[in-house]
């Protein structure tokens, strides 16, 4: 996979197909990146598990917080990132050691680490590099272009919003 440039169509994929995200680096702190996308994520129907041994027990958003990926009640379908690259390293390693192997890694912005990458996709997981799933998942839907962003995504409709899970009408008949 070459990680300069994801197609639209892996990106969405990925986002069609993830119910469950943990997310590693979960800050219960209202002005931290990773708060902002776990409130975004859960308001787009995910089920989000946080990840944080200094929260562990506590809630984030009404979300029980774990000390571990090993604590979780099952294996998630993605592991979303937001630590930096080198400790990315280790998530991803203990993430392999594990019998407990999600669909997708996704390393936050600024979160790159190649050979991590390539271990995780030799395993057989998707790994997506320095992005943003509420970025990826607003652009996408042409929620973001909403306020004037440029989504790289054109459309003479504006998506009609579902309810139930996922009601970004991303998927076509959707």
Sequence with gaps: MNHDSYPDSYIKAILDEVKTVA??????NTVRPSYFVLKYM??????????NPGHAGKEIL?????????????PPDM????????????????ILASSRLP????????VRNEA???????????????R???IEYGRLSGEIG???VNSRTLSSKRPALKSGYQHRGLKSGH
């Excluded at 630590?83 to 390693?93: M, T, Y």
């Design 23 to 28: 997310m590693v680096g979960a800050s219960g």
């Design 42 to 51: 859960l308001s787009k129907g995910y089920e989000v598990w946080p990840i």
């Design 62 to 74: 009404g979300q029980l917080t774990y000390a571990s990926l090993n604590d979780l009640p099952q």
């Design 79 to 94: 592991v979303d990132i937001f630590r930096n690259s080198d400790a990315a390293a280790k998530v991803v390693d203990d």
């Design 103 to 110: 669909k997708v890694i996704w390393m936050q912005l600024t």
């Design 116 to 130: 991590a990458a390539q271990r995780a996709e030799d395993a057989g997981i998707k790994v997506v590099m320095d």
């Design 132 to 134: 943003c799933p509420k």
């Design 146 to 148: 909403w306020v004037g």
